[in-house]
């Protein structure tokens, strides 16, 4: 739990890094990898959130060994709120009443998934620690595809200037598959590494002979590149906790049945576990797509209210303002 909580300030404070650093920078693009990996390596402010985020990854690896998958994402939602807090005091950045009652309702399904697990050693003993290559891949492959293919479309809604802006949900369910699919790579990673490293050449080798690294590696790449032109269009107060939102039901859903933990045997807590699944997905589908039109501003009305051009002479006004 301690590094659940510490990966989740770790990750926060990496995002609003990032977020602050690529404000300031001119418009980046996934078409574009090397300008911009150029961009972002040049500031040190984006190094320090990427680096946070790294030691956020870290901590990762130690709970998924000591926690079911389904436990530790819903402690890593609660670290939405610490999100929230950063991006409104750092970023400036403000949430519609909609938005802030959509998040308090992610709360609640992951509050009702973590609800859902065996209490005390029962819930330790249902720690999965692999899963066949198979199962992996046909998992996670399908995945990938998919959230590069929904990426795809929200650049091109982006790219039509006639439409309203995106609030971010598109790009966020679609990273948000990537990262799910980056989970569940951790999740093999943590179970091939031993305890004690008393033979660490069959360790490694164990390791590269799993898919697991080349997933960790595809979803790096792939992920970083759509994360950061993501996070400079779009608000990282909703971006965030969507992208979370998608991994954390993805992660909790495939990851328990690819890695054996199973589903909870008391129907009470089977109930729980579907009741915030499908919460957290409702939400998701919810949201609103697109942010509100900017207010146009008032014109200067006559008495019989017909708008007039700016400048232009009121009726029966002529010389009214003359001594």
């Not at 079911?68 to 950045?93: C, D, H, K, N, T």
């Not at 598109?170 to 008393?198: C, E, M, N, T």
């Amino acid at each position: 739990m301690a590094a659940a909580l510490l990966a989740n300030v770790l990750y926060s404070t990496g995002f609003v890094l990032e977020k602050r650093a690529l404000a300031r920078m001119p418009e980046v693009s996934v078409r574009r990898p090397a300008r911009l990996l150029g961009q972002v390596a040049r500031s040190p402010l984006w190094l320090g959130g990427s680096l946070a985020l790294a030691a956020g990854f870290g901590a990762q690896l130690v709970v998924y060994r000591t926690l079911p998958i389904a436990a530790a994402q819903g402690v890593f939602v609660a670290g939405l709120v610490l999100l929230l807090l950063l991006s409104s005091r750092l970023l400036g950045e403000t949430t519609s009443g909609r938005e802030r009652y959509a998040i308090g309702a992610v709360l609640v399904a992951l509050l009702l998934v973590v609800l859902s697990l065996p209490p005390g050693a029962d819930s330790n003993g249902a720690v999965g620690d692999g899963a066949p290559t198979a199962t992996v891949l046909w998992v996670c492959l399908p995945t990938l595809a998919a959230g590069l293919a929904l990426y795809a479309g929200a650049e091109r809604r982006t790219r039509h200037g006639h439409r309203p802006r995106s609030t971010g949900v598109g790009y966020g369910v679609a990273v948000g598959l990537l990262y799910g699919v980056s989970s569940l790579a951790i999740k093999g990673l943590s179970g091939q590494l031993p305890h004690s490293f008393d033979r660490p050449g069959a360790t490694l080798t164990e390791v590269f002979g799993s898919p697991y690294p080349y997933l960790l590696l595809c979803t790096g790449v792939f992920g970083l590149l759509m994360s950061q032109a993501a996070l400079q269009r779009c608000r990282a107060s909703l971006l965030v906790p969507v992208c979370t939102t998608v991994t954390c039901v993805y992660t909790a859903v495939l990851g328990t049945l690819a890695f054996g933990e199973a589903l909870p045997e008391d129907p009470v807590r089977l109930v729980l576990r579907i009741a915030g699944t499908l919460l957290a997905v409702s939400v998701l589908l919810a949201l609103p797509k697109h942010d509100p039109p900017p207010a146009s501003p008032a014109r200067p009305r006559t008495g019989t209210g017909t708008i007039q051009p700016a400048g232009a002479a009121v009726p029966g006004r002529e010389g009214a303002d003359r001594p």
